[in-house]
């Protein structure tokens, strides 16, 4: 199984920058699709970027040019930089990733535990 770590989340006040990071750890052959999600309270999870392993680049709309992600793949892990936040960015963020374990197996996912952003003054 691979684990995926969050870090990086904290409170800003509007108008900063964060950047988050997810570490993927565990028996990878190789990792395809990463993904940031988000979770505000009350509401349903909803896509803000994704990275496939050659670097292309897929954005929500309400964060396409504030938000930019970015992958190192010898340390399998994916970042999302955060910039001109405004207070309806605040959610939890979840790392999601595609991977698999040797080149016969087929596909698996993984989720990270989530690590919170609150923009606020």
């Known amino acids: 199984q691979v684990q995926l770590v969050e870090s990086g989340g904290g409170l800003v006040q509007p108008g900063g920058s964060l950047r988050l990071s997810c570490a993927a750890s565990?028996?990878?052959?190789?990792?395809?699709?990463m993904v940031w999600y988000r979770q505000a309270p009350g509401k349903e999870r909803e896509f803000v970027a994704a990275?496939?392993?050659?670097?292309?680049?897929t954005y929500a709309d309400s964060v396409k040019g504030r938000f930019a992600i970015s992958r190192d793949n010898a340390k399998n892990t994916v970042y999302l930089e955060m910039n001109s936040l405004k207070p309806e960015d605040t959610a939890v963020y979840y790392c999601h990733a595609d991977w698999r374990r040797s080149w016969a197996a087929g596909r698996e996912d993984s989720w990270g535990q989530g690590t919170q952003v609150t923009v606020s003054s």
């Open positions: 990275i496939t392993s050659v670097g292309r680049t």
């Open positions: 565990g028996s990878i052959f190789s990792i395809y699709d």
